[in-house]
Structures are given as C-alpha cells and as structure tokens.
C-alpha cells in the first residue's frame, strides 16, 4: 500500500516513511491512495477472532496490515502484542463495552496509562517509532505543546525509549494537581518537562518558532506526534470493529458511533472503518461549545475560529476551533480532487473557511455524518443522570457524547459512545455534577501527586528552550 498527500504534491510513500510524518511537505495529510474494503466472509472471520482471549490483538494484527505492507508480519505482530497488554490497558479486552439502563452503549477506551483514548494510539506509536527508527538508523527529537491530555499520553507512550527524547512544554501553573504530577513524576532520562512561564498558546508557539528554524530542526533531527499522524488514526480504526463486534450477534446489525470530538481524529478512524465496509449507520460528531463541526454538519459552512475565540470548557480536550483532521474525510467528499481541495484551505488559512452545502445529501446519506451539540449544562445534567440511574460515572467529553447520543437516536437505533477520558482526571466537573464523592481511581495512578516531579521552568522564550535541547541532545 502506498500513501498519497490530500493535496497532491508529495511522492507517493510507504507505511514506515509516512509513519514519522506531521504535515505532508506540500502542506497536505497523507493517506492510503484508497481504503482496503473488507467483505461479510472477512467480517465474519475477524468477529470468531475478536472474541477470543487475545481478541484485540489479533483483530489489530488483522487489520493494521492491510494498511503497514513494508513492516515484516512478525515484527507486526509483536509491536501490536508488546503494545496492547493487560498491563497498559487494565482490561484483557483492551477496550470493552458496557450497556446504560436507556440502550446506549459506552465503548471505554480510557484504561490506558493517561485515563484518556490517546492512549490507544500513543502507546502503539512509541513502539513503532522506536521500531522504525531502529531500522532506519535514525534518532528524533519530539517537541511538543500540551495543556494536559495529549502531552502526557506522548510522554507515557515515548518514556525508556530507544533514539527518542521528548521536550513537552507545558503552561506554568496552569494545569490541574492530577495532570502535573502524570507528566511532571516521570524520572526517564529521555522525557523533559518545561513548564513555561505563559499561556498554551506561547508553548505552542515556541514549537512553531523552533520547527520554522530548518538548522536547528535539521541539526537535532525534530519531530511532533500530533493528532494528524496517520499511525494514530490507524491505531484507532481497531476498536470501531471491535466495538461493533461486542455490540452485535451479526453482520446484518448496524450499529451508529457517537463521538466527542475536537481535531476530529478519533472519528476520522470511525469514518475510515464505514468505509471500509464495517455495518456503521452513522456517525455522530458530538461537540461542546467550540461548534465550528456541528455548524459543518447541520449547513455545509465550515468557519474555523482562531485561538482567542474557542470557549474554556469543562471538556477541555474538545475546546478545538479548526479540526486538524477533517482534511482527510473532506478530501473524500470532494472524490479525491487535490485541487479542489487545496483551493478549500487555501480559504481556511485566510480565514474564511468554505461552504459545500451542496453536498450535504452526501454527507448524511452517503457517509453517515450527523452532529449534535453539548453545553456546561448539558454536560452537568448528563453526568448526574447516568450517575443516578445507573451508578456510573462518566467524564464531561463522554458526557458531551451521552447528551448528543441521547437527543439524536432515532426508534431501534443501536448507539455506541466512545468514552474519551475517565471522570479522575475532572475531578472538579464531577463534583459539580453529583457532589462531593471519592470517584474512583485506577491503581496506577494512586498517590501520583505525592511523588517527586521533575520540571525545568522557564521564562517565555524560544530561546531559553532551544539551549535546553541542546544540553541533552548532540547535534548532527
Ligand atoms: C483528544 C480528546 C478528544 C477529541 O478527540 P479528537 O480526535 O481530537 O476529535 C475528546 N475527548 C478527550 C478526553 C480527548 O482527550
């Protein structure tokens, strides 16, 4: 399988050259130049796997390698078992489902070391990457921003790893007590705190200011693991099979995906696992007040926001204003037309966005996409009531998700709500919700904030975070 650029001006690449990709070179998001599409027999088959014991694993295997061709099937095989462990995830089924008292069904893919589905991608990620770079004989250097979920699943997931080191920046004193003590008390020589002394937005910025300086990046080989790296959305086409699989008896079930969402990454993977022929009525993109998707999808008008006006919620993993990955599901719509589409974003970097209205029959009918929205209120109201009737504690985005779920579904429709994060790590949004409680917490992650934490803070300075990546990372 070769990987072509959205935008149509990249060499077509293999899996593992792709792999250690962000941006394509000429602006665009790889993928494969088309989806593997998989018959009821295949189906039939990969449903008998998925039960078994090492169900996910080989439902994994099955799948990832239609789409990795120049990774050896052995050496597949043992970074999908070395990756999806009972220990990583606390669960043998990795990501199982369970049923609320109304119907709907929550696919939990937070058990991972972060408590949120990054996980799911991260933890395959560091292991490919350290497998890829070991055959290629290279190195990297992973920079990063984070304001909580992302940083911390990367660091979990690069942590002792070989020709890796990580220098994640992170807004000084603005983070919660749980998630500082999750990045700040890993000890791995590899993995470098720097708390900035500024907002998320500086810490991004200074990552923009270091990967636009081509020596530097050039001279200490640097890379990001944002939400647009193909392997991440491939990771996470597994768990829409397998969730389809432990919600239905058979092939002629269909079954709709109700998806919190942000940089539209996780149902980018829903949309891929439709088209490859999985029995998906639709796909539902729930969002909190940040609504540029849910305005997408209602009228066509797609109208990215910038920073300053994307909303602080009480789902924060969601407050995202342009989707990183609608680029791939949009480049499908248009039937694969790179001019067309590269017209598109010129407009979204001038911040005008784009309309398709006229594709609208398309995008519900042919590709299943409808949208739903949640609030602060919703969200509170929809917490307490799982809580109350069923004595389950769910998180704010997976709530954004049972809201949406919840006001959409149409008479016998089946719907599956993929648990983004779990309610320890928004301690003070579950409180809110249902009172004071001991919510409850995965033993790994008991204690945490007691540890000793390891951090350098610095002053809002590129500068300042350059000379820090120098003292630990020889130059070429
Ligand atoms: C990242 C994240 C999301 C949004 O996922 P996208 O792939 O960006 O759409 C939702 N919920 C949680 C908890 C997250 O960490």
Redesign the pocket.
């Given at each position: 399988m070769h990987y072509i650029s959205t935008r149509g001006n990249t060499p077509k690449m293999p899996f593992s050259d792709v792999l250690l990709m962000g941006l394509a070179p000429d602006g665009g998001l790889m993928l494969p130049k088309s989806y593997p599409k998989i018959d009821d027999a295949t189906l039939t088959k990969w449903r008998q796997l998925s039960l078994s014991k090492s169900g996910y694993q080989d439902l994994a295997f099955e799948i990832m390698q239609l789409f990795a061709t120049d990774i050896p099937k052995a050496d597949l095989k043992a970074l999908i078992d070395k990756t999806y462990t009972r220990q990583n995830f606390a669960k043998d089924e990795i990501t199982p489902v369970r049923t609320l008292s109304d119907g709907i069904k929550i696919l939990e893919l937070?058990n991972g070391p972060t408590l949120?589905?990054?996980d799911i991608a991260m933890q395959f990620l560091g292991n490919a990457f350290e497998y890829v770079l070991k055959q290629k004989n290279e190195r990297l250097t992973i920079i990063g921003a984070t304001s909580g979920?992302?940083g911390s699943a990367a660091e979990y997931a690069l942590r002792g790893k070989d020709n890796i080191q990580v220098f994640m920046m992170s807004p000084h004193g603005k983070m919660s007590a749980f998630q500082r003590a999750q990045m700040y008390s890993l000890t791995d020589d590899n993995i470098h705190n720097i708390a900035i002394k500024g907002m998320f937005d500086d810490c991004q910025d200074i990552v923009k200011t270091l990967q636009q300086d081509a020596d530097f990046k050039a001279k200490y080989s640097l890379g990001t693991v944002n939400?647009i790296n193909w392997g991440r959305i491939l990771a996470q086409i597994v768990y829409y099979f397998k969730g389809y699989f432990a919600s239905t008896d058979n092939n002629q079930q269909k079954v709709s995906f109700c998806?919190?969402?942000?940089?539209?990454?996780?149902?980018?993977a829903g949309h891929i696992a439709r088209e490859m022929g999985l029995p998906i009525a639709r796909l539902i993109v729930a969002t909190n007040e940040n609504d540029v998707l849910h305005d997408f999808f209602t009228t066509g008008n797609y109208r990215p926001r910038s920073a300053d006006k994307t909303y602080v919620t009480s789902?924060p993993?969601?407050d995202?204003s342009k989707?990183s990955?609608f680029e791939r599901f949009i480049y499908l719509l248009l039937d694969k037309n790179p001019q067309q589409l590269s017209q598109l974003w010129t407009n979204v970097n001038n911040q005008q966005g784009f309309e398709l209205s006229d594709l609208l029959d398309n995008i519900h009918n042919k590709f299943g996409f409808v949208s739903g929205k949640s609030t602060h209120a919703d969200r509170i109201a929809t917490i307490k009531s799982v809580f109350e009737t069923d004595k389950d504690l769910i998180?704010p985005?997976t709530a954004d998700g049972v809201k949406v779920a919840r006001n959409l579904r149409q008479d016998g429709e089946l719907i599956v709500v993929t648990e983004?994060?779990l309610p320890a790590k928004f301690a003070d949004t579950i409180v809110e919700a249902v009172g004071k409680i001991d919510i409850p917490r995965p033993d790994a992650t008991k204690g945490i904030e007691d540890l000793p934490q390891k951090v350098v803070v610095l002053d809002n300075d590129a500068k300042l975070v350059k000379a820090e990546i120098e003292k630990f990372v020889e130059p070429k």
């Open positions: 937070s949120a589905f990054k979920d992302t939400s998806v919190p969402s942000g940089n539209f990454g996780n149902i980018c789902s993993s969601m995202i989707a990955n998180d985005h983004t994060a």
